[in-house]
């Protein structure tokens, strides 16, 4: 028997239907159109699914026949056709989602997958969709009509609220008997309030999961970027070098430390003269000449001075961090040798 809470649980239970399948629909718009899966579809189709078959249950326990004291028979043809309606809508969104299932499923298979999925929505699924679509708003307009008052009056609502029932009701069910009890009959006075909730859920989620994608797809790219380069770097490296690039360096005997360490002496030499090299380390001016006769020792002398810590030290006093490039040239008798040393 349809009394009043059983009719405007229907009637709410209806216009949530209507007001989240044409905002789920829009959300699902990327995916139609190029194969994306929506961020946070998974939700909405849960949502969308548990509210399709909340409907289908109200529907198939609603008898439309009136209460003890309702013997209007006006308020029956309505509920009737109430019950009419409700089942129309359980029908119509029960096949919307299966077709969305079909889309936002395939779409998430790899890109052949959604390609097949874009090109399935344009030629299969998108006349259908419109079609449904266009049913469910017809259902909505109807529901926005004059029909609504003939359901249930003002003076039912306000009196079912004092039921037992009415207390163990979900809150959006009760929120929506007060807003009927208050003489308002439109869905977007009816369920606004709930339906922008949803709305600000879902929209929320989506562009929490967005911003984790974008996060993702930013890393991703800086890492590839990262990668090409280092990829880069190994090729060009590999075509510049060759098998005997370090022979010269290899084959300088190790210095012997009281022969070399006065380069780093703040004492005068032996000539009196100060040797500069550590104040050169520690300036930015750009070079510093060691010369001296063939024979003398300078290729021994700078090999103890790129690999002695103390070069490293100073430099760190204006640039960190500090990268020291050397080559030991060979003697340039052959182009091959010209060439190797351009390499190198």
């Not at 699914?49 to 029956?76: C, K, Q, Y």
């Not at 779409?107 to 469910?136: D, E, N, P």
């Not at 609504?148 to 004092?162: D, E, M, V, Y």
């Amino acid at each position: 028997m349809a009394d009043p809470i059983s009719t405007l649980s229907l009637v709410a239970n209806v216009m949530q239907v209507v007001a989240f399948t044409g905002d789920f629909i829009r959300l699902c718009r990327t995916t139609f159109e190029d194969g994306t899966p929506e961020p946070g579809a998974a939700s909405n189709a849960a949502h969308f699914a548990a509210l399709v078959s909340t409907l289908r249950d109200n529907t198939s326990n609603f008898d439309p026949i009136l209460a003890d004291g309702e013997g209007l028979n006006e308020t029956l043809q309505a509920r009737s056709r109430l019950k009419s309606l409700a089942s129309d809508l359980a029908r119509d969104t029960k096949e919307l989602q299966g077709v969305l299932q079909k889309v936002t499923t395939t779409s998430s298979s790899g890109s052949s997958s959604r390609l097949k999925t874009v090109l399935a929505y344009k030629f299969r699924h998108k006349g259908r969709i419109a079609s449904l679509q266009q049913r469910i708003d017809g259902t909505r307009n109807v529901m926005n009509s004059e029909f609504l008052s003939r359901i249930c009056s003002s003076t039912q609502a306000a009196h079912a609220r004092s039921e037992e029932r009415y207390t163990g009701l979900r809150d959006d069910i009760r929120q929506f008997i007060d807003r009927w009890s208050e003489g308002k009959r439109t869905i977007s006075e009816l369920v606004s309030a709930e339906a922008n909730a949803t709305r600000a859920h879902v929209t929320s989620e989506a562009e929490q999961t967005r911003g984790r994608i974008d996060l993702l797809e930013t890393r991703l790219v800086t890492r590839s970027s990262h990668h090409q380069i280092e990829q880069t770097r190994k090729q060009i490296l590999s075509t510049l070098w060759f098998h005997e690039m370090n022979e010269r360096e290899n084959k300088i005997d190790e210095a012997s430390y009281d022969t070399v360490d006065w380069a780093f002496s703040e004492e005068p030499l032996a000539n009196g003269v100060k040797c500069q090299f550590v104040q050169w380390l520690k300036s930015d001016q750009s070079i510093f000449w060691i010369s001296g006769k063939p024979g003398s020792g300078k290729s021994t002398l700078m090999k103890f001075l790129v690999r002695d810590r103390r070069t490293t030290k100073y430099l760190e006093t204006w640039k960190t961090p500090v990268q020291i490039c050397r080559f030991f040239f060979f003697e340039l008798e052959t182009t091959r040798a010209l060439e190797e040393a351009f390499r190198a």
